[in-house]
């Protein structure tokens, strides 16, 4: 595909669209001198609704900031550039926020003359949850009864039937940017795939009082299972957007990698998250007072040792999205083992049960880890926990 080609998703915008500019300039005026002289102006925001962890996470994120007040009291407009990734998720924000596609092309025009102080690209670039705006503020999403029934047959349809509550599942690989971002070379973000047979261990023991549901729309690897009550989602021929959100935002705790649709459930749900292999350690969710964390390792090859917290966060290695720069540290990428995961899903199931009892080495070991990030991070919000075990197998995490 050629360099500049243009995203399959984006919108197609017709050749004669800047014949309007001449009609809609007098209107942009307009809005100019009115923001100009109220104390209320009028505000166009382009949302980003072509990957489904930022239609959820910059979308809530925004919402909570103007709850917060932090993005003071304006009229708001919103319109989006690209066909939304998941139209059911976009036609629930179109419920809670002004959505009006005729405003795209005033956002043009304004676009064109730098801005006028009418646009705002807050919802493409609105931070990190590191102050724990989510947990502050209500939920700004809610399904309607018809929208439950719907998604509850379709539920049955899968294989669940509700008489257990579900756990999802999420494990990121190549397939879902090949299929979407054919215009783009991806091979960079190879070091936060995994493979999710590695999980089977702790998925049967989830099964155990769980349906178990592998999330995705679309996937490379089967799960390597017969266990009824583990239901391989992307492969099942039931996935419909309406469930994608309905299972996302229902599930008793949700285990992700830290990626597209666990958005949905950590921040527009507020759902229990259990990240693992999470990567890039730079990026660590600190917020989500039920959250627990554990992490790829960072292996330094030339001297065959793993690195430490404070040697990740300060070269720089561990903010980096790029393997190939990743590389250039002399640092290979090591997945969590299956032995990990399942002490990981353990403790997570035990802390929601209210059953989890933590010894003063434990506490000991979450201090050291979080004082190194708050000496590097201290404006963020430290209220999540990393993996006991973990930390208790892995000392270089604490030093």
């Keep these: 595909m050629k360099k500049n080609a243009q995203p399959r998703y984006r919108i197609k915008l017709r050749w ?26 009028i505000r166009i925001y382009l949302m980003r609704v072509d990957r489904i962890g930022h239609l959820a996470e910059n979308t809530e994120l925004v919402c909570c900031k103007i709850d917060l007040g932090i993005i003071k009291k304006e009229i708001r407009i919103f319109v989006h550039r690209d066909i939304p990734c998941n139209m059911f998720l976009f036609r629930m924000w179109s419920r809670v926020l002004y959505v009006n ?8 025009v304004c676009k064109k003359l730098g801005g006028l102080g009418i646009l705002s690209d807050e919802m493409q670039t609105p931070g990190l949850n590191s102050n724990n705006m989510v947990e502050k503020c209500p939920r700004h999403l809610s399904f309607t009864p018809d929208e439950l029934r719907d998604a509850e047959r379709q539920c049955r349809e899968l294989g669940h039937d509700g008489s257990r509550p579900h756990v999802c599942v999420l494990g990121r690989d190549a397939v879902y940017l090949q299929q979407h971002n054919p215009h783009e070379d991806n091979s960079h973000y190879e070091f936060r795939n995994v493979d999710i047979n590695t999980y089977i261990p702790a998925l049967e023991h989830l099964a155990e009082r769980f349906t178990v549901i592998r999330m995705g729309s679309v996937a490379r690897d089967r799960l390597q299972t017969t266990n009824p009550r583990i239901i391989d989602y992307p ?32 921040i527009c749900f507020r759902v229990p998250m259990l990240f693992v292999n999470f990567i890039p350690v730079a990026l660590m969710v600190n917020w989500g007072s039920a959250n627990l964390s554990i992490f790829k390792h960072y292996w330094l090859v030339e001297e065959k040792r ?4 404070s040697e990740i966060l ?33 403790e997570m199931e035990a802390r ?14 979450q201090q050291a880890y979080w ?15 990393i993996g006991a075990k973990f930390l208790r197998n892995n000392p270089n995490w604490a030093r």
């Design 101 to 108: 596609q005729l405003f795209l092309l005033i956002y043009d």
């Design 371 to 385: 004082d190194i990030c708050r000496q590097r991070y201290p404006r963020r919000e430290y209220v999540a926990r």
């Design 235 to 266: 492969f099942s021929g039931k996935r419909t957007e309406l469930l994608d959100i309905y299972l996302s935002g229902t599930c008793r705790f949700f285990i992700s990698t830290g990626t597209g649709l666990d958005s949905v459930a950590s």
């Design 16 to 41: 004669f669209r800047p014949l309007f500019w001449p009609v809609l300039l007098p209107v942009v005026i307009a809005i100019w001198l009115y923001n100009k002289l109220s104390p209320i102006p």
């Design 352 to 365: 929601l049960d209210g059953a989890w009892e933590e010894d003063p080495e434990d506490a000991r070991l």
């Design 306 to 309: 793993f690195l430490t917290l």
């Design 314 to 346: 300060d070269s720089g290695v561990g903010d980096s999205y790029d393997a190939y720069r990743i590389r250039k540290f002399g640092v290979e990428i090591v997945d969590n083992s299956p032995e990990e995961l399942l002490d990981a899903v353990r």
